[in-house]
Structure formats: structure tokens, C-alpha cells
């Protein structure tokens, strides 16, 4: 079965500075990765995804990720924070092995921005 | 087009009382899916529906059954309802078969008393 570990429940970080949220996958194929992002009260909004190619994926807002096969790794990245960026994070796996499965999230990641 | 919409925003029930939740996508998207978010939980898959009239268990579906009668709404409901199931209930949809990707409403909140 496919699993996703976000290894960092709170991260704090200082506005302008750089960040990067881990995400760790379990599938034993190709994975459909994705990093979702919800702000206070808020639905989930895509920041980016992976299905192939390129393994430095750009998304919006700034933010980046990179696709690591041989660590199972999909972590997010950004160069510096804005005090707009603080939500909560969630990495999700993604495959066609019945055709109609759900995507399987992380626990997620609370981000703080210190001023 | 309007996306994912869900219906009500909110709720609250007292244990045992039944309610309905409804998901209605404009996109002619093939699949829908229901999940649940719990602190610290992310997201679960409670069922979801491959097509009009259809419908499949997810991870977490005790207490839950859902209806596909019209392919843009998706139901989740709640029979008896228990403290258990206080939650953010969050729709998606998913165009078809070779399309990953999942457009997510923007939840329920409901707390059960």
C-alpha cells in the first residue's frame, strides 16, 4: 500500500528566509505526487504536482519541489517565506493501480512565519 | 464555472440525528471522492464513486453511505451520527481514469455534540 510521511509536524521560519517541507513516499511504482496547501478555514489549493519528466517541478506562489527516486522523496521548496505563507502543508501520492484510487495524503506540516 | 461546490458550510448535530452532505461538481468529471480531515490525521478516503450510480469504499467508511444518482452530485451521509464523526468532510473530483488530479471543494465543518 502507498504511504507518505511529512516528518515535521510544525516548522517555524522568519519571513524572508528560505524553506524546505519534507515529504517522503512509499509506492512501489512510478508515483503522481502532489503538494497541496490550506490556508485558515480553507479548502485545499494545488501548489504543484509531479507525474513525469523534469524532476524540479515550478508551482505556484514561488514554491518548487524536486522528485528524488532513489531517496522516495518529493520535498517542497521556496527561496524566501512571505507571512501570506503560512498554512498548513500536505504531500499526497497518487496512482492508476485500479483506476479510481484516492489520493493518499500526509499528515501535513504547520507552517509559521515569524516577522 | 463554479468548481467543486459543498453544501452546508457548516453543521452541528446532536448524537444520533441523520444529515446529508452534498458535493456538486461542473466540470462532466467522471469521478468524485469523499474524505474526511481529523488534527494531525491529513486526509482519509471515505468513498468514492467512479461514475454515475456507482459507488466504492475508501479507508474509513463505517457510518458513512454515499449516492451517485446524477453524475455531478456526489451525497455522503450520515445515518446516526456520532461524536466520532466530527470532522471537515472535503469533496473532490477527478475528470476520468488517466487524470490524477483532484479538485477539492472547500469542506464542512461538523461537529457532532
Known amino acids: 500500500a502507498q504511504s507518505v510521511t511529512q516528518p515535521d509536524i510544525h516548522i517555524t521560519v522568519s519571513e524572508g528566509a528560505s524553506l524546505e517541507l519534507r515529504c517522503n513516499y512509499s509506492y512501489g511504482a512510478t508515483p503522481y505526487l502532489f503538494w497541496y496547501v490550506q490556508s485558515p478555514g480553507q479548502g485545499l489549493q494545488l501548489l504543484l504536482k509531479?507525474?513525469?519528466?523534469?524532476?524540479l517541478v515550478q508551482g505556484i506562489k514561488g514554491f518548487e519541489a524536486e522528485f528524488k527516486r532513489s531517496q522516495s522523496s518529493f520535498n517542497l521548496r521556496k527561496p524566501s517565506v512571505h507571512w501570506s505563507d503560512a498554512a498548513e502543508y500536505f504531500c499526497?501520492?497518487?496512482?492508476?493501480?485500479?483506476?479510481?484510487?484516492?489520493?493518499?495524503f500526509g499528515k501535513g506540516t504547520h507552517l509559521i512565519i515569524q516577522p | 464555472n463554479a468548481g467543486v461546490t459543498q453544501t452546508p458550510k457548516f453543521r452541528v448535530l446532536k448524537t444520533g440525528q441523520s444529515m446529508t452532505l452534498l458535493c456538486a461538481q461542473d466540470?462532466?468529471?467522471?469521478?468524485m471522492y469523499w474524505y474526511r480531515q481529523d488534527p494531525g490525521m491529513g486526509l482519509r478516503l471515505i468513498h468514492y464513486s467512479v461514475g454515475e450510480g456507482t459507488t466504492a469504499k475508501g479507508e474509513v467508511p463505517d457510518g458513512y453511505n454515499v449516492s451517485r444518482l446524477k453524475k455531478q452530485n456526489f451525497l455522503l451521509g450520515l445515518e446516526s451520527a456520532a461524536p466520532s464523526q466530527t470532522s471537515v468532510y472535503f469533496c473532490a473530483s477527478r475528470r476520468d481514469r488517466v487524470s490524477i488530479e483532484q479538485f477539492f471543494g472547500p469542506g464542512t465543518r461538523l461537529t457532532v455534540l
Open positions: 499526497a501520492v497518487g496512482a492508476i493501480r485500479g483506476g479510481a484510487d484516492g489520493l493518499t
Open positions: 509531479y507525474f513525469s519528466g523534469d524532476t
Open positions: 466540470m462532466n468529471h467522471e469521478y
